[in-house]
């Protein structure tokens, strides 16, 4: 299957990961002080770094961490977030993005990591990795702080594609639920179908065929399916993966960001009110920066496109060098765990296999 290769490269003993440096909002400086971060904490990840080899010389030349850990690939063109996908597709053979999944499509990295545009990154992996055999549509997971013993939910689509039908559906939970097992350890992941109401009747025609199509396949592929859930559940602790269509999950992901940047600004400005409220601020700043840390996005930064022959980790455009960090963190933990491989199993499985067959991979998963 193109796009897949062993999780560590045979020569350094270390996994490989491909990053686009260019194409983010804080240029490649970020990028490449991310990876550093990421080199000093981790001694079993290399990089092949993508975009203009003179300016990504400089830079890397002043990180010591990454001396000998990098390879420089020329790429001379960068994918603004203003270019239209089917203008990179046509033009973007010289771009760093372009560069970054062809590495992944070539066997050379395990993992592709960018922060670019979300539109031509996706069409640009489709089109080089190719979708896996019986996906449809692919999917963009994200990770949701929740109320979870994990403290994260994991949420598809959030944007890949805004139509979904029950097919669709189906595959998003099987992709959401191996996700799970494979990103947090979670041995039977429990899977909801988002909708307006809890009660079986409710919902657009599409939503009551999908719930019965994943409860039929829930024992099958390893998951317990909840039934469907509710917009407030999505950071509760009712389920592990929240399933639902890519205009649904992009509208309540913006919605989500803007309300805990809402929350933030709301408390700073409270804490100085007064001269009172100061004094709180200061009696309170330990717990403050447990909760700055809980809900900030960079720690999990990082939207996984599911479906792929290959796998790829869109950063946010605006990642600083936590946010590419956490982005090459969770893209290390994927390639540990041989994802990929995984997933087109647990995919094929439910597409080909009689149900014996079904239960074995996933017993030996």
């Not at 869109?314 to 600083?320: F, I």
Request: one cysteine or more.
């Amino acid at each position: 299957m193109s796009g897949m290769t062993q999780s560590v490269n045979p020569e350094t003993g270390r996994t490989v990961i491909s990053v686009d440096a260019m194409g983010g909002d804080r240029g490649p400086a970020a990028v490449v002080a991310g990876i550093a971060l990421s080199a000093k904490k981790n001694p079993d990840i290399g990089f092949i770094l993508h975009g203009p080899s003179k300016e990504l010389k400089r830079l890397v030349a002043r990180k010591r961490v990454l001396e000998g850990r990098v390879e420089i690939r020329d790429a001379t063109d960068v994918v603004s977030m203003d270019d239209k996908p089917s203008q990179v597709m046509r033009n973007g053979k010289s771009t760093s993005m372009w560069s970054a999944v062809n590495s992944v499509r070539d066997g050379e990295a395990d993992v592709c990591v960018s922060c670019g545009n979300t539109g031509a990154l996706m069409m640009l992996s489709v089109v080089r990795l190719r979708k896996l055999p019986g996906v449809n549509r692919p999917a963009i997971a994200v990770l949701w702080p929740s109320k979870s013993s994990f403290g994260f939910n994991i949420m598809l689509d959030v944007g890949a594609d805004i139509r979904a039908d029950e097919n669709d559906l189906l595959q998003y939970a099987l992709m959401g639920a191996s996700y799970a097992r494979n990103g947090m350890e979670l041995e039977r992941p429990r899977v909801g179908l988002l909708n307006v109401g809890t009660e079986e009747h409710k919902g657009r025609p599409e939503l009551k065929l999908a719930h019965e199509l994943i409860a039929q396949n829930a024992e099958i592929a390893n998951f317990e399916f909840v039934g469907f859930v509710e917009g407030n559940d999505i950071p509760g602790d009712r389920a592990d993966v929240i399933v639902t269509d890519g205009f649904t999950g992009n509208v309540a992901l913006k919605t989500g960001e803007g309300t805990a940047s809402l929350i933030g600004s709301l408390l700073r400005e409270a804490f100085k009110y007064s001269p009172l409220s100061r004094l709180a601020a200061l009696m309170a700043y330990t717990s403050l920066n447990r909760l700055s840390r809980r809900i900030d996005p960079r720690r999990v930064n990082g939207g996984v496109f599911l479906g792929l022959n290959g796998t790829v980790v869109k950063s946010h455009g605006s990642s600083d060098e936590t946010g590419v960090s956490a982005a090459v963190k969770l893209a290390f933990k994927l390639s540990q765990t041989g994802f990929s491989q995984k997933l087109a199993a647990r995919v094929a499985s439910a597409v080909s296999l009689p149900q014996d067959a079904v239960k074995s991979i996933d017993d030996e998963q």
